[in-house]
Structures are given as C-alpha cells and as structure tokens.
C-alpha cells in the first residue's frame, strides 16, 4: 500500500511564497505519475500539477510561471513551490499517485491527507 503525506501548508499575505512537501511511503514508487491538486471551500477540485516520469510537468494555466514541481527521487518526495500567491491560491492541497507504465498512469489513485494554504490580500 502506497501512503501519501502533505506538509508545508501556511496563511501567507499575497505575493509571498510555500514550499508543499509530499513524502511517499509504503509501497510508493518514484517511478509513478504524480500531481498536485487542490479544494477551495465550496469550489470543486482541481489539478495544479501533473508530473508524468518520461513526458515532462504540466501546470494548470492559473499557476503556470508562479507553481514549480520538483521531485526528489532519493527521498521520495514531491515539491511544490509556490511563488506570487493570490488569495484565490488559497486551498486545501493534495498530493496524488498511481501506478506508471511507459507514460500511462494506471490503477487506483492513492491521496494525501491535504494541507491547507490561506493566501491573504
């Protein structure tokens, strides 16, 4: 079984920065499509990040130029830095995993707990 655990959620003022971590665990495999996703209060989720082994990182157009993921193979772990952030920033956020094979995400999608970042005008 594959664990997911999201850290490094704050309240920030407009324009600063946060680095979200996401350490895997169990059986979690670096080789696995990842991706960051995220919840506002009322709103439904949406994706931020999706880092697919082999075919690259794509971001959502609302955070392209401000959200960079990068992965940490020997730790295993997954980062998000967020960068100009926005009040409509503000999220629950999580981090997701499936199985990859040859640039195909596969299987049941395994979440983290979340971790809330509050961006304030």
């Known amino acids: 079984q594959v664990q997911l655990m999201e850290s490094g959620g704050a309240s920030v003022a407009a324009g600063g920065s946060l680095r979200l971590s996401c350490a895997g665990s169990?059986?979690?495999?670096?080789?696995?499509?990842m991706a960051w996703y995220r919840r506002a209060a009322g709103k439904e989720r949406e994706g931020g990040a999706f880092?697919?082994?082999?075919?690259?990182?794509r971001y959502r157009d609302s955070v392209k130029g401000r959200f960079t993921s990068s992965k940490d193979n020997a730790n295993d772990t997954l980062y998000l830095q967020m960068n100009s952030l926005k009040p409509e920033d503000t999220a629950m956020y999580y981090c997701?995993?499936?199985?990859?094979?040859?640039?195909?995400?596969?299987?049941?999608?395994?979440w983290g707990q979340g971790t809330q970042v509050t961006v304030s005008s």
């Open positions: 997701w995993w499936r199985h990859n094979s040859a640039g195909n995400c596969y299987g049941e999608p395994v």
């Open positions: 169990g059986r979690y495999s670096n080789t696995g499509c």
């Open positions: 880092i697919t082994p082999g075919a690259g990182t």
